[in-house]
């Protein structure tokens, strides 16, 4: 049973896929759905297979297994196509893709359409960031979205200006309004300037809403009320 399996594992990385679903695998082997179920449990234990999602399996190398999972860039893509869900990878893991190099990412962070659980998966957590699904397909767009290659393929990952908005509004998720101003300081040259969507604004805006700061200074061109402080390295 477990050698069976074990043969699977084996082509599915020969095929260059380090993951494979509970479907694919009832297919292949043409096992008893029970007996499946504790070949995979086996695995698990023994750190062969991770199991991120229900029905959906990792095969961990031998390098994966001392973080209990590999680098979540690698299997987020054909996680989130399994689900039927979109989504971005973006906020602090995508800022240090586009090179911004101040803030470390203790979560890998992803934007979706619709609520997800976050999950620690080994010594990886996945953080995911709820957008509301009309304002998710308004910003995730082609044009403003990129491609992270990692050796065993791509994710969806947002843009520079793409991540900079994403930081902007979860300013809480991205470390704090002083880390977004650092991943602004770092990011904002290679940036298509976006001086025309802050004009059709209504209002303006405080930069950290959740402060009691009466507002200082008020920028007219960015439609923000400096209402705290804002600190980081030149």
């Known amino acids: 049973m477990?050698?069976?399996?074990?043969?699977?594992l084996e082509r599915q990385l020969?095929?260059?896929?380090?993951?494979?679903?509970?479907?694919?695998?009832?297919?292949?082997?043409?096992?008893?759905p029970d007996s499946l179920t504790a070949a995979l449990s086996r695995l698990i234990r023994k750190r062969r297979i991770a199991n991120p999602r229900h029905g959906f399996y990792l095969i961990l190398r031998p390098e994966d297994r001392p973080a209990g999972a590999?680098?979540?860039?690698?299997?987020?893509?054909?996680?989130?196509?399994?689900?039927?869900?979109?989504?971005?990878?973006?906020?602090?893991?995508?800022?240090?893709?586009?090179?911004?190099?101040?803030?470390?990412?203790?979560?890998?962070?992803?934007?979706?359409?619709?609520?997800?659980?976050?999950?620690?998966?080994?010594?990886?957590?996945?953080e995911f960031i709820t957008q509301a699904p009309p304002a998710f397909a308004k910003g995730n767009r082609p044009e403003w979205l990129a491609q992270m290659?990692?050796?065993?393929?791509?994710?969806?990952?947002?843009?520079?200006?793409?991540?900079?908005?994403?930081?902007?509004?979860?300013?809480?998720?991205?470390?704090?309004?002083?880390a977004v101003a650092?991943?602004?300081?770092?990011?904002?040259?290679?940036?298509r300037a976006r001086g025309p969507f802050a004009g059709e604004a209504k209002s303006v805006k405080l930069l950290d809403p959740s402060s009691r700061t009466a507002p200082g200074e008020t920028s007219g061109r960015w439609k923000i009320a400096v209402n705290g402080p804002v600190e980081f390295d030149a």
């Open 2 to 8: 477990v050698s069976l399996l074990d043969d699977y």
């Open 14 to 32: 020969a095929r260059g896929k380090a993951y494979f679903t509970r479907e694919e695998a009832l297919r292949a082997l043409r096992l008893a």
């Open 70 to 126: 590999p680098d979540p860039a690698r299997w987020i893509d054909p996680l989130m196509k399994y689900q039927r869900i979109d989504y971005r990878v973006s906020l602090l893991n995508a800022a240090a893709w586009h090179g911004a190099s101040h803030q470390a990412a203790m979560a890998f962070q992803v934007v979706v359409p619709r609520q997800l659980r976050d999950f620690q998966l080994g010594r990886h957590r996945l």
């Open 149 to 178: 290659k990692t050796d065993a393929g791509t994710a969806r990952a947002a843009g520079i200006e793409l991540t900079l908005l994403d930081c902007a509004r979860y300013f809480h998720r991205a470390g704090g309004i002083s």
């Open 182 to 191: 650092r991943i602004a300081k770092d990011l904002g040259a290679r940036a």
